[in-house]
């Protein structure tokens, strides 16, 4: 009797080991920048970092970790254990064709520049707590990827739900979610200090 529970426990660890590697896999995403431009890689998760590299668009790249903080660890190769990107200029789908500049300076493709300018108008702020308020009917206030109507979903939440803003942006607040962990961009308009 020993024996068999013995080796059924042995069965079990050894088929937990086998599951447990494909959970923690890392995953491939691809390079897209709305300008069509390279997307560079820094030492560290800042744009103060030294540029080690350049990714060019469309490339794939091998992500270690969504560090949470609109960082993305990436595996390197070369002298450099990690390199790090900012998070929205990664996708899970191969992009489209690079986009092409338009007179006027504008490029075809995705909304990157209005993204652009949302972010170069951030500023970090001391993290203080807001409610959710949408009086529309959905009473559903969206946090997003990217301070844009078009970047995709990270949560819904319900009026009066407790967020962390952590950066204020031109129409923007990039918040956290303290329970979840989850951080994102919710418009400014849908959210009330408390």
Do not use: H
Not at 21 to 44: F, I, S
């Amino acid at each position: 009797m020993k024996k068999r529970l013995l080796a059924m426990a042995v069965a079990i660890v050894l088929l937990t080991a086998l599951f447990i590697p494909a959970a923690m896999a890392d995953y491939y995403m691809y390079v897209c920048t709305g300008d069509g431009k390279t997307l560079n890689a820094r030492e560290y998760p800042n744009t103060d970092a030294k540029v080690v590299g350049n990714l060019k668009y469309g490339e794939q790249v091998y992500v270690n970790a969504d560090l949470g903080n609109g960082w993305t660890r990436l595996n390197a190769a070369g002298g450099y254990t990690y390199l790090y990107v900012q998070s929205r200029f990664l996708v899970y789908d191969q992009p489209g064709p690079k986009p092409t500049p338009q007179p006027g300076g504008k490029t075809s493709g995705t909304p990157q520049n209005e993204i652009d300018a949302e972010f170069k108008a951030a500023r970090l702020v001391n993290p203080y707590a807001v409610e959710t308020r949408n009086a529309r009917g959905t009473g559903v206030v969206n946090m997003r990827w990217a301070p844009s109507k078009k970047a995709p979903l990270i949560e819904a939440y319900k009026n009066g739900a407790s967020l962390k803003v952590i950066a204020e942006l031109k129409d923007w607040k990039q918040v956290m979610d303290e329970e979840t962990g989850a951080v994102g961009f919710v418009r400014q308009d849908f959210l009330v200090r408390k």
